[in-house]
């Protein structure tokens, strides 16, 4: 015979948040043409179809950064690469852009949520004026 159960503790918070990312390994972007990033795999490729990731949980993604290799270009050349989080083939608001002698970029303000089974992807578009083919690497918070 089983005796009495015994009291409830307080409530978990549901597990903590986490660190995601990717980049593309030793590949550098293509200067002239969208370009598309994965999560973990290293890698860039020119369809999206190739880069995408299924998110296995549902959360939040914030705190997006992104670090070239080197600089899009010189002062005053207006070369850069924007990057922007792309949910299920769509653009969201969390974007952010290196910019001529700019390596680092940030967008701490904008987040976007995620349910388990959506596709991820970090799209890349260079400028115009074809900035440097560099390699990059992204880091984001992920929050379920």
């Not at 009495?4 to 948040?17: D, R």
């Not at 490729?45 to 993604?61: I, K, N, R, W």
């Not at 950064?65 to 922007?84: C, H, M, N, Q």
Request: glycine letters at 14%.
């Amino acid at each position: 015979m089983a005796g009495p159960t015994g009291p409830t503790g307080p409530a978990g918070s549901g597990g903590g948040s986490f660190i995601v990312g990717g980049g593309t390994g030793g590949a550098n972007l293509v200067a002239n043409a969208l370009n598309f990033v994965p999560m973990f795999h290293g890698g860039d490729f020119s369809t999206e179809a190739e880069a995408d990731q299924v998110v296995p949980v549902t959360g939040t993604l914030s705190y997006f950064s992104v670090r070239l290799e080197g600089s899009p270009g010189a002062a005053a050349s207006a070369k850069a690469y924007t990057f922007t989080v792309r949910k299920n083939g769509a653009d969201t608001t969390i974007t952010c852009m290196t910019f001529e002698v700019t390596m680092n970029c940030s967008d701490t303000t904008n987040s976007v949520g995620f349910s388990a089974g959506d596709l991820i992807t970090i799209g890349v578009q260079p400028s115009l004026a074809n900035p440097a083919p560099l390699a990059m690497r992204w880091t984001a918070k992920f929050a379920p």
